[in-house]
C-alpha cells in the first residue's frame, strides 16, 4: 500500500518558479517510476514528467521540457517538480504518480495517485 502526498502549490505570477515535492510511504519506493501529471479545469489529465526508480531516466511533455526539472531523492523517498518561468497555461492541479511495474505517460501505467496539489498562475 502506496501512500503520496503533494505539497509545494499556489498561487504565483507569470514568469516566477515553484517546487512541488510529492512524499511517499509505505512501499518500496526505490523500485518505482514516478510521474507527474497536471489536470485543468474542464480538460483531460495530462502527461507532464516522469522519472525513473534509480533517477537516471527522465522524460517530460513538449509543452514543459526547458521549464520543468523532475528530480528524486531515494533516501528521503521524495520526488520534485521544479517549474520555472510558469506560464497561465500552467494552471492546473498537480498530481503524483508511481507506477510499479512499467515506466510509462499514459494515466494508465500508474498504480497510485496522490490526492493533488493546486497551482495557479496569473498573468
Known amino acids: 500500500q502506496v501512500q503520496l502526498v503533494e505539497s509545494g502549490g499556489g498561487l504565483v505570477q507569470a514568469g516566477d518558479s515553484l517546487r512541488l515535492s510529492c512524499a511517499a510511504s509505505?512501499?518500496?519506493?526505490?523500485?518505482?517510476?514516478m510521474g507527474w501529471f497536471r489536470q485543468a479545469p474542464g480538460k483531460e489529465r495530462e502527461f507532464v514528467a516522469r522519472i525513473s526508480g534509480s533517477g537516471r531516466n527522465t522524460d517530460y511533455a513538449s509543452s514543459v521540457k526547458g521549464r520543468f526539472t523532475i528530480s528524486r531523492d531515494n533516501a528521503k523517498k521524495t520526488v520534485y517538480l521544479q517549474m520555472n518561468n510558469l506560464k497561465p497555461e500552467d494552471t492546473a492541479d498537480y498530481y503524483c504518480?508511481?507506477?510499479?511495474?512499467?515506466?510509462?505517460?499514459?494515466?494508465?501505467?500508474?498504480?497510485?495517485w496522490g490526492q493533488g496539489t493546486q497551482v495557479t498562475v496569473s498573468s
Open positions: 504518480a508511481a507506477a510499479l511495474r512499467i515506466w510509462g505517460t499514459s494515466r494508465g501505467d500508474y498504480d497510485h
Open positions: 509505505g512501499g518500496t519506493f526505490s523500485t518505482a517510476a
